[in-house]
Antibody, heavy 128, light 108 residues
Framework: QVQLQESGPGLVKPSETLSLTCTVS??????????WSWIRQRPGRGLEWIGY???????YYDPSLSSRATISLDTSKNQFSLKLTSVTAADTAVYYC????????????????????WGQGTLVTVSS | SSELTQDPAVSVALGQTVRITCQGD??????ASWYQQKPGQAPALVIY???NRPSGIPDRFSASSSGNTASLTISGAQAEDEADYYC???????????FGGGTKLTVL
């Protein structure tokens, strides 16, 4: 059974860097089948995709966060991480890591993604 | 990136059928996936691809797609289905993912 667990400081000061790690157990992150994503949810609001990283190390980010976010892999520890610089109160949120699968349905000629495993989430508050 | 639009709230009588929709330009190219989120919990996948359910998801959950609209249907809604539901897909560039704003389902 695959499990993901977020870890990191629950409190970050404004203008500093938020750093979170997701530890994956029950499967290797060094696997071409999966993407590894970070998603956040601000208080009382919906889900917001931050970005994902592929086993090759290539990462993609939501355009609104691309200048501040960096996702990296540590295959030796089976972990992936998120760094978000210059945080403000607007970055206060529950941060989730998730495993994503991409698939091409040859019968329907359509692609799709889905997040099949999620961490429990970790609340990060930005406050002085 | 493109947007996915959902109705903020929908209600259904116990045992009746409800459809939750998700609209977006990219849905003409990509299937949506659907997630259920209950208070204080992480989202859980309920539908992916054309109409696939993960193990453990009841068969009263189903999906369909037409043009730029994806739909999640719950046939015979139960009290435990009361939750927030989110759709998700890629944007038109294909490099980014987006979530709909979520639909709060109330079972009356």
């Amino acid at each position: 059974q695959v499990q993901l667990q977020e870890s990191g400081p629950g409190l970050v000061k404004p203008s500093e860097t938020l750093s979170l790690t997701c530890t994956v157990s029950g499967g290797s992150i060094n696997n071409a089948e999966y993407y590894w994503s970070w998603i956040r949810q601000r208080p009382g609001r919906g889900l917001e995709w931050i970005g994902y990283i592929y086993y090759s190390g290539r990462a993609y980010y939501d355009p609104s966060l691309s200048s501040r976010a960096t996702i990296s892999l540590d295959t030796s520890k089976n972990q992936f991480s998120l760094k978000l610089t210059s945080v403000t109160a607007a970055d206060t949120a529950v941060y989730y890591c998730a495993r994503e699968m991409y698939y091409y349905d040859t019968s329907a000629y359509r692609e799709y993604d889905y997040f099949d495993y999620w961490g429990q989430g970790t609340l990060v508050t930005v406050s002085s | 990136s493109s947007e996915l639009t959902q109705d903020p709230a929908v209600s259904v009588a116990l045992g009746q059928t409800v459809r939750i929709t998700c609209q977006g330009d990219s849905l003409g190219k990509y299937f949506a996936s659907w997630y259920q989120q209950k208070p204080g919990q992480a989202p859980a996948l309920v539908i992916y691809g054309k109409n696939n359910r993960p193990s453990g998801i009841p068969d009263r959950f189903s999906a369909s797609s037409s043009g730029n609209t994806a739909s999640l249907t719950i046939s015979g809604a139960q009290a435990e289905d009361e939750a927030d539901y989110y759709c998700n897909s890629r944007d038109n560039s294909g490099d980014h993912l987006v979530f709909g704003g979520g639909t709060k389902l109330t079972v009356l």
